[in-house]
């Protein structure tokens, strides 16, 4: 694959001294004198004109002839550099620049024994180094022959270091007027301007010819750092991952004044997504995200993903690492040396004008990594997509990153091997991950090592010891080798002719590269390997999760209205409009709708004295009061989806046997279709909702009593009023249709005992929120669209409201512009929703115009949010409390919920999680052989919760399988946790998919497929697969593969698709419709007990999708 930059190419390369350049730009844009650097820690200052004074003076001081009184520096002399950050560290590089004298920079980190290595590649003939590193130094200016009156002090000068020069003093003589000025030198374009092993210097450089200041911090300091963000106002931080991670644990970053910052810049290392949202969402707005990739064998930056130009181009994405930089080329490639194809991962290849001269003195490092052509091996790997956007993979290179500095293991290897006592005969040196790492790109060395026979005769533990001893003498603290010694036998290694591309492309000869190269990556393997099968014996308790909520009351054995009743007066709760019809307008208050249901529990209690009853309908205030109702009189009820089809109603019924149905008036036409099928009493339908609007509505109410007339009956007649009825534990109170772990729809039996367990989890929720906020949480108005024949319609949108101080305004159906309209006109502060209606909110072009200064929270459940679509929404809500949620119908409604009022008590609040476990819960995870997983570790979600359902309505089956005893529940789902007990959810595991947040049954669609009356289909599998129109990674969408009997064959295969469209689409709901298409196949691949292999059908698809955008889009 290859890919060029979309910028505009930059102007041609002038061959000049890049201190003449910079003036040059400078004069170009003459910007006001402005501070330009200021010293974090001091304070010091430095405007644009003393620093380029003061550059001036050093180039003088360096430059000018020893008779003059200067230094006599030229090209043929290389500076060291030995200092943290200081306001003279840009001054003496800049100077240096302008006398064209070379220098290189060393380390502040490095150990005496790095210095040696450092110093004696630049062989430096003159060193400035910091006054406390001085002593450090010392021994390789002695070892190396460097005269003492060529070391001076940069900064810190102090009394045991008098004997040496400071950079102050040579300035000062310039300054006394004793020495003219030192032009700027004339350069070749490949005269040398520095050595470098770390990239921090451009950073430096670049303030001088923009209008920036730039606050310089010694070292790392994460107190000084946040100190200084609030003190200088900082508008841009320059962070890396590992300080990132250090300053979101931090609760001085938690509470310091971030209001000044604008934007956000990463490098040094691969800052993950969920670590940047966690980062934006600390801010008090939306900062400028900012990132880039480089080396210094490139100068600096490779990739960029700067905002608002990439904004401006259409190619800005959050999630990547960006577009190559201005003038840059490159190419992705396979380890056999073929090009890659769009989003397939490869090794990064670039060729661009800031590649670099090549490694000093190190001929055959030049040849591995400075290729023919100007083109330069990065050695990581990386992904594209077809309009050149970028995304870090993997560190291909050897080299590895601990906390944003580059470890080489070559370094570390070469360190054991030279271990003095001799026991070690081979040696290497890979990363691992740590259970405690930051980031997925932060690793630690560790080392694999075969002892020789001197070695063997020591115990591992003496030999250990010996040997990290001897690396914590020798090397930085980072590079000691936290990930542990491996004794082996012999190191893995390969002889191989990986590089096809170079030697058939560029026409490189390699007759070595590669040959006796250790296999790092199986090494690797191998340790996380024999990590994972430690979990089973070490880890069950660390992964036995428990909610880090108090636990909430014992659940009483009671009926769920008289409950919520008891709530009502405890609290004395007042008056307040709880429902609201957003059609209508009409309101319902708390009062009026207990007087209401106790009228409608008389009426139902007269009239149903045994059975179960069916709701079909829309979403209207009456559904509430129905439920109740029927709930006092602890009489099940069954809630059928106004989307059902005639087909599924039938199915409805044949499951639940229901004796009575209340239906809206609207759906009514629909249920009469299966009546005389089912030999379904039509003295026993009776209409929800009635309105006259012609004569066929006056003959339908004629036939059917509605609930206002069995009210009206109640209250004319004065019939004295039904007492609430006592359950028992295991009572049933509702069934709900869900798909379980897979198959047909199966009814859920839904306990007063659990309805009773969501509202006391509620109150453990109300006890933190006013426990970290010292008042309970406002009176707040809901938009209730979800449907309530779902758990989540039903609970957040009817079951809750006489007691959560929520006024609910409810929507009959899904509708943008209403639910648009409604927000400003209600006052709506909070939005249950699930993404699919997120995404029609926010991309309407109506909710541009519309007031929405009311909404404050919006709570998201159906299906998982994408954090894209976060993003986008607190663009358009100040400062909004998302929250998001995890359930199933065989809970009750939630299993784990991330409410940001009660986590953030908890120092828990993630916005990339789904959440906790509710009160009262706790869960395992578990691989598919049924051992325990490991922190972050993706394993199947087991949960045991006071709010389980009580199982499948007839059907053991099922139940055995999903329903596992003492409350514990198989959730078919895929998470990881944290060893903190955060969960993040993964992917679907069941057959179930989801479509637009509704579940979507394969073996539903398969049954009715084969149920198509021509006959045609001898098998067939259905699965969800991801089309290019998806609004989430969780959203699918249903495809099914079909084999053909013999009189299907007869047909053309788009005729067989057209009936099987036909037929599904007058059968089913238009959510389960195929929009995924059909594949006619020769047979559908099983597993020996016969189940098909949906993952192995949908890993085709996507094999062939991809090959088809690969023959449209792939540029070889």
């Known amino acids: 694959m290859y890919l060029k930059s979309p910028y505009p190419q930059p102007p041609n390369l002038v061959p000049k001294n890049y201190f003449a350049l910079t003036l040059d730009l400078i004069a170009q844009r003459p910007f006001p004198n402005h501070v330009l650097y200021i010293d974090a820690l001091s304070g010091e200052q430095r405007t644009k004109t003393e620093f380029l004074e003061r550059v001036h003076d050093a180039a003088t001081a360096l ?46 980190f490095a150990t005496t024994h790095e210095l040696h290595h450092y110093h004696g590649i630049s062989k430096a003939t003159h060193v400035f180094v910091q006054a406390d590193l001085l002593e450090r130094f010392l021994p390789v200016a002695k070892k190396n022959g460097l005269p003492e009156e060529n070391i001076f002090i940069l900064q810190n000068q102090n009394s045991q270091t008098k004997r040496f020069k400071d950079f102050n003093s040579l300035i000062d003589i310039v300054r006394s007027g004793k020495i003219p000025r030192e032009p700027i030198r004339d350069v070749h374009p490949d005269d040398l301007a520095y050595l470098i092993s770390l990239s921090r210097l451009i950073g430096q450089l670049k303030p001088v010819i923009g209008y920036n200041t730039l606050v310089l911090l010694p070292k790392w300091n994460k107190d000084v750092f946040i100190e200084s963000i609030t003190k200088y106002r900082v508008t841009n931080m320059i962070v890396i991952p590992s300080t990132v991670q250090q300053l979101l644990n931090d609760p001085k970053f938690q509470k310091a004044d971030l209001s000044t910052v604008e934007g956000i810049g990463c490098a040094a290392a691969y800052l993950p997504p969920a670590l940047a949202t966690k980062l934006q969402a600390r801010l008090n ?3 400028l995200s900012e990132g880039c990739y480089g080396m210094s064998e490139a100068t600096l930056a490779i990739i960029g993903r700067g905002q608002i130009p990439l904004q401006y181009l259409g190619l800005y994405d959050a999630t990547s690492t960006g577009v190559l930089m201005p003038g840059m080329e490159g190419v992705l490639l396979r380890p056999d040396g073929t090009h890659c194809l769009t989003n397939e991962t490869g090794d990064l290849y670039i060729k661009g004008p800031n590649v670099t001269l090549g490694y000093r003195d190190n001929p055959n490092s030049t040849k591995e990594v400075f290729l023919k052509g100007g083109w330069l091996r990065t050695g990581d790997r990386f992904r594209a997509d077809e309009r050149g956007v970028l995304w870090f993979e993997d560190r291909a290179k050897d080299t590895l990153k601990v906390s944003g500095l580059q470890v080489s293991p070559v370094e570390i290897e070469e360190t054991i091997l030279s271990e003095p006592t001799g026991i070690v005969g081979d040696v290497s040196v890979a990363g691992v991950q740590l259970s405690n790492a930051r980031t997925s790109d932060d690793k630690v060395p560790r080392a694999w090592i075969v002892l020789t026979e001197k070695g063997k005769k020591l115990s591992e533990s003496e030999a250990k010891e010996r040997i990290e001893s001897f690396v914590k003498e020798r090397l930085s603290k980072y590079k000691w080798l936290r990930g542990g010694i491996k004794f082996v036998d012999t190191i893995p290694r390969n002889v191989t002719g990986i590089f096809y591309f170079l030697v058939t492309i560029l026409g490189l000869k390699f007759n070595s590269i590669g040959v006796g190269k250790t296999l790092r990556r199986v090494l690797v393997g191998e340790y996380e390997a024999e990590q994972k099968a ?10 036995h999760i428990r909610s880090p909520y108090p636990d909430p009351p014992n659940v009483p054995y009671k009926n769920y209205f008289s409950f919520i009743l008891d709530l009502v007066e405890r609290f004395d709760l007042p008056d307040d409009v709880v429902h609201v019809d957003a059609v209508s307008g009409e309101e319902r208050k708390r009062f009026e709708s207990i007087e209401r249901i106790r009228d409608t ?26 439920s109740f109702g029927l709930l006092a ?20 019924y044949e499951k639940t046997k229901i004796t009575h149905i209340f239906v809206d008036q609207s759906l009514l036409p629909r249920f009469l279709t299966v009546v005389e099928e089912i030999k379904f009493p039509k003295e026993n339908i009776f209409i929800i909702r009635a309105s006259v609007g012609g004569k066929n509505d006056v003959s339908l109410l004629r036939q059917f009593r509605t609930l206002d007339s069995l009210i009206n009956a109640v209250k004319k007649y004065n019939i004295p009023r039904e007492p609430i009825r006592e359950v028992q534990p295991n009572d049933l109170a509702y069934l709900v249709f869900s798909s379980g772990t ?3 729809p199966k009814a859920v039996m839904t306990s007063h005992a659990g309805l009773c367990a969501t509202i006391l989890q509620d109150a453990v929720f109300r006890m933190m929120y006013v426990k970290a906020f010292g008042k309970a949480p406002v009176a707040a108005t809901s938009l209730n669209f979800v449907p309530m024949s779902h758990a989540m319609g039903l609970h957040l949108g009817c079951l809750k409201n006489l007691v959560n101080r929520i006024k609910g305004v409810i929507m009959p159906r899904w509708d943008v512009n209403l639910a648009i309209d409604c927000i400003p006109r209600y006052k709506v502060t909070t939005l249950y929703l699930v993404p699919s209606a997120m995404h029609a909110l926010w991309n309407s072009p109506r909710l541009a115009e519309t007031d929405l200064s009311s909404l404050n929270s919006l709570t998201v459940g159906a299906a ?13 809500v100040n400062d909004p409390i998302l929250s998001e949620g995890y359930g199933m119908s065989e809970a009750t409604l939630s299993l784990m919920l991330r409410l940001p009022s009660t986590l953030e008590t908890l120092g828990l609040n993630d916005e990339t999680a789904t959440g906790v476990l509710v009160p009262g819960a706790e869960a395992i995870l578990l691989r598919p052989d049924g051992t325990h997983c490991l922190p972050d570790e993706p394993g199947e979600l087991y949960v045991k919760t006071p709010n389980a359902a009580l199982g499948y309505w007839n059907d053991p089956e099922s139940t055995k399988k999903v329903f596992l005893g003492n409350n514990w529940l ?33 073996a539903e669609i398969e049954q009715t497929i084969f149920a198509e009356p021509s006959r045609i289909v001898s098998d067939v599998s259905v699965a969800g697969v991801q089309l290019p129109t998806a609004r989430t990674s969780d959203d699918r969408a249903p495809r099914a593969w079909i084999v053909l009997n013999s009189a299907g064959k007869a047909l053309k295969q788009e005729e067989v698709k057209e009936r099987i469209n036909s037929w599904v689409q007058e059968r089913l709901s238009k959510y389960k419709w195929l929009r995924g298409g059909i594949a006619i196949v020769d047979s559908i691949p099983r597993n020996p007990t016969g189940k098909a292999l949906r993952r192995t059908l949908v890993e085709e698809y996507e094999a062939e999708v991809s090959n088809l955008s690969t023959s449209q889009h792939a540029k070889l």
């Open 63 to 108: 430059g000018a002839s020893k008779e003059k009184g200067g230094l006599g520096l030229n090209k043929n002399h290389l500076v060291g550099i030995l200092s943290d950050n200081c306001l003279d560290y840009p001054v003496l590089t800049l100077a240096l620049l302008s006398i064209a004298t070379p220098f290189s920079l060393y380390s502040s």
């Open 285 to 287: 707005q939306s900062p």
């Open 534 to 543: 430690q979990a089973k014996f070490h880890f069950f308790e660390a992964m």
């Open 601 to 626: 529990a008389t009426a139902l209690g007269i009239k149903i004295e045994q059975g179960g009853l069916g709701l079909h309908k829309d979403r209207h205030l009456d559904y509430a009061i129905l």
């Open 633 to 652: 009189l602890a009489t099940p009820f069954t809630l059928f989806s106004p989307f059902a089809t005639p087909n599924e109603l039938r199915y409805f």
């Open 742 to 744: 897979g198959g047909l």
């Open 864 to 876: 998982h949010i994408p954090h894209a679509l976060m993003d986008q929404i607190k663009k358009k």
């Open 970 to 1002: 198989r959730t078919g789902d895929r998470f990881r946790a944290s060893s903190k007990g955060l969960f993040w959810f993964e992917d679907r595991v069941k057959d179930t998919l989801k479509v637009s947040g509704l579940q979507v049954s394969p």
